[in-house]
């Protein structure tokens, strides 16, 4: 099975110390960048997603910001793309789905931030387009959000949206279980 990663907005904002840091992100960052370095090892192609945030009402993310770069655990190397997008969905505006097609991956697996937010909009957009995809959950994070009052915590936010995702739009799996596959 050939197999492209995905990895999406794991970015300086969303840790500690940044403008939108969300719960579990460091704990994410280190599956996601376990699960890179299988790919890198194995030479299977990566592609990376940056958002930035255009506009003076940037609430992070903002150009020019050390809070919208990669974090370097999952920076990208040797020449693998950055597709740059505006919108929580990554195909939007963007020439992703043409890099995807083009790699020609039997299963995108994907990672990243927020859950609740870029990971499902994206993996839902990958899914309609009829992309086979796995996301690896324990390499994604989400914040706490409030709503009617309440605030839901990030941990119950990010379940919620993975057990959405799952079986549905992608198999919801973790690194580990994704790197002891036969190939990642």
């Not at 940044?18 to 890198?40: E, I, S, T």
């Not at 939007?92 to 789905?97: A, I, N, R, S, V």
């Amino acid at each position: 099975m050939t197999r492209l990663l995905l990895l999406i907005d794991l970015q300086r904002d969303y840790f500690p110390g940044g403008r939108h840091p969300l719960v579990g992100a460091d704990a994410a960052a280190a599956a996601a960048q376990r699960l890179l370095g299988r790919f890198r090892a194995a030479g299977r192609p990566v592609i990376h997603v940056q958002h930035v945030w255009e506009g003076p009402d940037a609430a992070f993310f903002a150009p020019g910001t050390d809070g919208v770069e990669i974090d370097p655990r999952v920076a990208p190397s040797g020449g693998e793309p950055v597709v740059v997008k505006h919108h929580p969905n990554a195909f939007l505006g963007t020439d992703l789905e043409t890099r995807l097609r083009d790699a020609a991956a039997d299963e995108i697996v994907v990672a990243g931030m927020m859950s609740s937010m870029c990971v499902d909009a994206t993996v839902r957009a990958a899914s309609d387009l009829g992309f086979s995809l796995a996301v690896a959950q324990d390499a994604c994070a989400a914040p706490d959000l409030v709503f009617d009052g309440a605030t839901i915590p990030g941990g119950q936010v990010h379940a919620a949206f993975m057990a959405a995702l799952d079986g549905t739009y992608a198999r919801v799996v973790d690194v580990d279980a994704l790197t002891g596959d036969t190939a990642p």
